[in-house]
């Protein structure tokens, strides 16, 4: 795990050294343990290294052996082990055990195909020389970050937004239609960022960009699917599902560095934890945060796994002054982003690095086997594949009138809209109240990146389509990116088996009912994750309310908590910098319904953290 920067540039203007220099100094946290750098010909890479696999032997950037091809890499290939046997048996000598020289010898071999035989999570660029091009390629469900800046002459990139704004060159301007997108979801969806010139490469997706200047768009290179298996039996999905998982977790543990593992107490975390001790046979450290509120606290929970599972568990207790931190984080995001199990994960990240540099987690169990509760409101239109499939076949040709086809639009945008109510915050006429008048078309346009993931999922059932979106939104750009900026603010490495091309594999196999099953109740939610603990845990443990791993921010903001006097100061205050975009009476409205009704407090949430953004970022223009 490590941080990367680079620059590409072109013409009669060479890097002056300076520029590589300070982008890599801005992700200086993410590598503690040491610092490479890389010049040639216009072209400069950067590496802060975090030592996990091969110590001695895997300083960056790397090339291979006649220096025609270099790379910067951050990230972990679990499968490169098999990779370096089979480039060894095609002709291959590498000098050292790490996988970042598996990728330089696959590139060799295969070209861009080679990232369909990575399994792991990465962000790189590869520079060949050669070929006179820049290869820059993210891992397929984007757990690693990966962002790049086009200007006048030259092309830069980094695992941070930070880096970025280190280049010489004027300060990129920022993006009011972003800002709307923000305050829809808690996040921005890739590629846009909050400024106009810089992008989020997204996840399963590649850029290429020859040396004299000319830059490809990005190209996708997979994507999640899924295709239902019919005909196995429950014992059967539950014997497989055993088989995939642990074998996941076992190929996450491959390092050099002491390990743990994150325990919330939940199905995800537990399942997790409960194969590592299994697949070591001795105790694991877990980590875990609670809170004050019981009802927002799942550290019993924790507790209770931890002894079943015989592992040693280490933990913390937060309240609410942890919030002075909102500075520090909102710089480290480097834009917009408010989901408030930030500070959690935070927390969790800093008390595992006192005790290893590596820990596994649970995230994304959830999206891959179907566990939010969201996912079942999403149900209805059940017509909607069928009527697809109708207009499409031989006799679908009377079906092909412009009616037909404006009543499928229409469907396919209503999905749209129920999905971005279940998961968003400011509705639009909520945004529209908010914005000045001169910026109100922008809560009346559409988000291309939810557009786009929209046009991939549709005509699935409800359940599937709500993970397709979150497998193209949600996912990567909330869920992944808060755990790599949390643990990356304190040099912790993060691994995520439950986010695995071969767990994926076998999650897309699943019929809907192995992954939500009907019942009197409604649905059970994730129901193979949940048989897969019934042999260690009751009933009450495994089918308990989902609690998330949110702050208690109703009771945060509050009058007279720090973080209310916090929100005052810089949201609703006449010198608020939020003046220039939003309505301020609208602002004290929605605070005074707040005060009133006592609960609520997402929204106000989103404010506070786009006002620190942008009291830390004055001098970004927006006009």
């Known amino acids: 795990m490590c941080g990367i920067a680079g620059i590409v540039r072109w013409g009669a203007r060479p890097e002056n050294g300076r520029e590589i220099e300070a982008m890599t100094r801005a992700v200086a946290h993410r590598g503690p343990d040491g ?25 960056q950037p790397m090339s291979n052996e006649d220096g025609n091809v270099w790379v910067t890499f951050n990230g972990e290939i679990y499968n490169y082990a098999e990779l370096r046997e089979e480039l060894t048996a095609k ?11 598996v990728l330089v010898h696959a590139w060799e071999q295969w070209g861009e195909d080679c990232l369909h035989r990575l399994r792991g999570m990465f962000a790189f660029a590869l520079v060949d020389f050669d070929r006179r091009e820049l290869f820059l390629a993210r891992d397929h469900f984007g757990i690693k970050p990966l962002v790049y800046r086009r200007g006048r002459d030259y092309l830069a990139f980094a695992s941070e937004l930070a880096a970025l704004r280190n280049v ?20 921005i969806p890739s590629p846009a960022t909050i400024y106009r010139e810089i992008f989020q490469l997204p996840p399963g997706f590649f850029v290429r960009a020859s040396l004299d200047g000319r830059v490809g768009e990005p190209v996708r290179y997979w994507s999640m699917c899924f295709q239902p298996v019919a005909g196995k039996s429950d014992d059967e999905w539950r014997a497989e599902f055993d088989s995939v998982v642990t074998a996941s977790v076992e190929a996450h543990l491959v390092a050099d560095v002491p390990f743990g593992v994150f325990l919330s107490g939940g199905i995800d975390s537990t399942l997790v934890a409960s194969k590592m001790a299994d697949l070591l046979g001795r105790p694991v450290q877990a980590f875990s945060i609670g809170f004050d509120e019981s009802d927002y606290s799942e550290l019993d929970y924790a507790r209770r796994a931890a002894a ?24 480290h995001y480097g834009q917009p982003y408010a989901d408030t199990s930030m500070i959690p994960t935070w927390y969790v990240a800093r008390l595992a690095r006192q005790h290893v540099p590596m820990v596994l987690s649970g995230d994304g169990g959830d999206e891959v086997f179907a566990g939010y509760a969201r996912y079942a409101m999403m149900e209805g239109l059940p017509f909607a594949r069928e009527l697809a499939a109708l207009i499409r076949s031989p006799r679908g040709v009377l079906w092909r009138t412009p009616l037909v086809i404006g009543a499928m639009r229409s469907l396919s945008a209503a999905r749209q809209a129920r999905y971005q109510v279940l998961c968003g915050v400011f509705l639009r006429p909520e945004r529209e109240q908010l914005w000045l008048r001169e910026h109100r078309h922008h809560s009346r346009a559409s988000c291309p990146a939810f557009d786009e993931a929209a046009r991939r999922a549709c005509n699935r059932e409800g359940i599937t389509y709500s993970q397709l979106m979150d497998f193209q939104t949600y996912l990567p750009d909330d869920i992944l990116t808060k755990v790599d900026v949390a643990s990356m ?56 309310q989902k609690m998330g791993f949110g ?17 005052d100061d810089l949201v609703t205050a006449e010198h608020s910098r939020l003046r220039e975009w939003f309505d301020l009476d609208e602002l004290r409205r929605r605070v005074a319904r707040f005060d009133g009704a006592g609960h609520g407090g997402t929204p ?20």
Not at 91 to 99: I, K, L, Q
Not at 168 to 187: I, K, M, Q, S, W
Not at 313 to 328: G, N, S, T
Not at 490 to 507: I, K, M
């Open 308 to 331: 079943t599972l015989g592992v040693e568990l280490i933990h913390e207790v937060l309240a609410p002054d942890a919030a002075h931190l909102l500075p520090e984080l909102v710089a």
């Open 91 to 101: 002709g291959h000598r590498f000098a050292t055990r790490s996988d970042t020289e």
């Open 35 to 59: 610092e490479g750098f890389f010049r040639r010909e216009g072209v400069a890479l950067g590496h802060r290294r975090l030592s996990i696999i091969d110590l001695e032997g895997g300083k």
């Open 168 to 187: 010489e060159d004027e300060t990129p301007g920022g993006r009011l239609d972003a800002v709307d997108h923000y305050l829809r979801f808690r996040y």
């Open 551 to 567: 702050i208690p921010e109703d009771r945060w903001l509050r009058r007279g908590t720090v973080v209310r006097e916090l929100f």
């Open 489 to 544: 603010c304190h040099g912790l490495e993060v691994r995520t088996p439950l986010v695995d091309r071969r767990v994926a594999d076998f999650a897309r196999s699943l019929p809907l009912a192995v992954r939500s099953r009907p019942s009197r109740g409604g649905r059970i939610a994730k129901w193979i994750s949940k048989e897969a603990l019934r042999q260690k845990f009751d009933e009450k443990f495994i089918n308990r």
């Open 604 to 623: 106000l949430w989103l404010l506070l953290i786009l006002a620190l953004w942008r009291e830390q970022n004055p001098h970004v223009s927006f006009s």
